[in-house]
């Protein structure tokens, strides 16, 4: 037996409605149309679906399992007409990881040319490791991966890493740490509060290797994942901290902070990963180029 979709509406609506009159106004239909149409439905279904009480139909036992079908094929045919007519179920999905290691800041200025394209994209961003992102692109959950380095060679997943671009970094604090720093910098380092990102970030032995090649012994106070949370403990004088040249008048503004020196041996690198070996895909060239382009065109 097929289901009837039109018997079906119409039994959904004088189960909504109560009756049958009230079903044939709304529809611009006899109540006898309507009835017999009924009859129909439950004779090709075996169930009685109403019983009458008074001047009302009320549901069966059989009718309110067969109402609860019905709610649910119908509010999901108004989603498939809502989604028809919404520009946004129209473009194109592209998923992208960022490594938790990549300041967020340099992350939304890569990843933003993605919706500049004359091509709809609605952009799907997931944070997360780099291994598990990894993981994710290999099973193409993802289209690409922004991060701070390139694909570990001891992975077994295929995917190809693409220089986005560098940029130095320079040491930022608050300004009521300026009348503690004493000497040239960076020397003047010495003995500071010192603010490190955490083990996962690609940059953090680089810059414990430009300290002690320098002979600097900061006092380190702190440690984080977050570059957010990093930066807005710098802002409120807990320490010293590193950043990206790139970033630095968003920093200074953003977190009321000053600029001490700069590590210019040290640099703060952003990769797209992906599993092209040749960029293709159109949001991704258009991340690829506008970083190279304008991000970080110093």
């Given at each position: 037996m097929s289901l009837n979709y039109k018997h079906l509406r119409y039994f959904w609506m004088v189960a909504r409605t109560g009756t049958i009159a009230r079903t044939a106004e709304q529809?611009?239909?006899?109540?006898?149309?309507?009835?017999?149409?009924?009859?129909?439905?439950?004779?090709?279904?075996?169930?009685?679906?109403?019983r009458r009480t008074g001047r009302t139909l009320e549901l069966t036992e059989a009718g309110t399992r067969v109402l609860r079908y019905?709610?649910?094929?119908?509010?999901?045919g108004d989603e498939l007409v809502e989604a028809l007519h919404d520009e946004s179920a129209h473009a194109t999905r592209f998923l992208v990881g960022c490594a938790d290691s990549v300041s967020k800041i340099v992350a939304s200025q890569v990843i933003s040319p993605a919706l500049d394209l004359d091509e709809p994209v609605r952009l799907v961003?997931?944070?997360?490791?780099?291994?598990?992102?990894?993981?994710?692109l290999a099973v193409h959950r993802?289209?690409?991966?922004?991060?701070?380095?390139p694909m570990p060679a001891h992975l077994s997943v295929r995917g190809f890493s693409h220089l986005l671009g560098e940029s130095?970094?320079?040491?930022?604090?608050?300004?009521?740490?300026?009348?503690?720093?004493q000497g040239p910098f960076p020397r003047c380092l010495d003995k500071m509060p010192m603010l490190l990102p955490g083990e996962d970030c690609a940059t953090r032995p680089r810059v414990l290797k430009w300290l002690e090649d320098h002979q600097v012994r900061p006092r380190i106070v702190g440690e984080f994942d977050d570059s957010a949370m990093?930066?807005?403990?710098?802002?409120?004088?807990?320490?010293?901290f590193f950043a990206p040249?790139?970033?630095?008048?968003h920093i200074r503004k953003q977190y009321q902070v000053e600029e001490f020196g700069e590590a210019a041996d040290v640099m703060d690198q952003v990769y797209a990963i992906t599993t092209e070996r040749r960029l293709t895909h159109p949001a991704t060239v258009a991340i690829s180029q506008q970083a190279r382009k304008h991000l970080f065109a110093q």
């Open positions: 529809l611009h239909l006899t109540p006898q149309s309507i009835s017999g149409q009924l009859s129909e439905f439950a004779d090709a279904l075996g169930v009685e679906l109403f019905a709610d649910t094929i119908f509010r999901i961003c997931r944070e997360g490791r780099l291994a598990a992102l990894l993981g994710d993802l289209d690409l991966i922004i991060a701070d380095r130095v970094l320079k040491v930022f604090g608050a300004p009521a740490l300026r009348e503690k720093l990093l930066k807005a403990f710098g802002q409120a004088g807990a320490g010293v040249a790139v970033l630095a008048d």
